[in-house]
């Protein structure tokens, strides 16, 4: 019998249901790309989301100055008395301070707004500058089973902070031509920080997002992007679907929102294959 070819042109595995979580320190994966609307935030919320549906604890870090995830998560970024900023810059907040409950029981959210672009400024004269998030998320690896971190679109000094804290790293990444394009460039900030500040972080690997199979494009650069990276590239792909941003307007995950759609059943499919790559978890 012919084993089914996925969207990237692999045979598609049967991703088994995942084991209890294992007791111990969580991991922590950073979502980054330095190119904007490839779809971070969206995977963050609904990774996060999907993993808690195979029974893990989960921790959102919304680390982009946007405040994107805490938008998409039904928080007014710009009413919120403390934030990631509080908790990096000022040693008497703790994260329990500023961390919120979502929705979804067992997702939980440390929120940013627009005041952690000052982080970045105030962190160059810092020593250890590095390592300020790894510090602030210490405490919370006993009590989770996976972080998950929402980075700004750069390449600055809050994403080298996230990748110093993060055990792995996930590239989600339009399936369009310029998306390609930026890869080799995190690539090399990646092994910068394996260098220098991180010497186990991994990537878990790279997920194709916006995927339109109708596209000969599309297709085009799932193709090189599998013939670039190969196993690197996850199975799943998440496909367009309106159903991603309406769920955003209504500030909860796709799982929630539209729990049948193919959207959610996409995430819960990655959200299997980032626990088998990721044992830890």
Known sequence: MTQELGPT????PSFPE???????KATIIAMC?????VGKTTTTINLGAALVEDGRKV???D????GSMTVGLGFNAH?????IYHALMDRDVKLEDVRLKTTVPNLDLVPANI???AAEMRLVSEVGREQALLRVLRDARDEYDVILIDCQPS???LTVNALTASDGVIIPLECEYFALRGVALLKETIEKVRERTNPDLEIIGLLGTMYDGRTLHGREVLQTLVQGWGDSVFHTVIRRTVKFSDSTVAGEPITEYASKSPGADAYRQLAREVLARCPAA
């Open 9 to 12: 042109g692999r045979p598609l």
């Open 155 to 157: 390449l600055g000094l």
């Open 18 to 24: 995942p084991s209890p979580p294992t007791p111990g």
């Open 79 to 83: 009413e919120l008395d403390l934030s």
């Open 59 to 61: 921790l959102l870090v």
């Open 33 to 37: 790309n330095q190119k904007g609307g």
């Open 63 to 66: 680390f982009d100055p946007q």
């Open 115 to 117: 005041d952690l672009s």
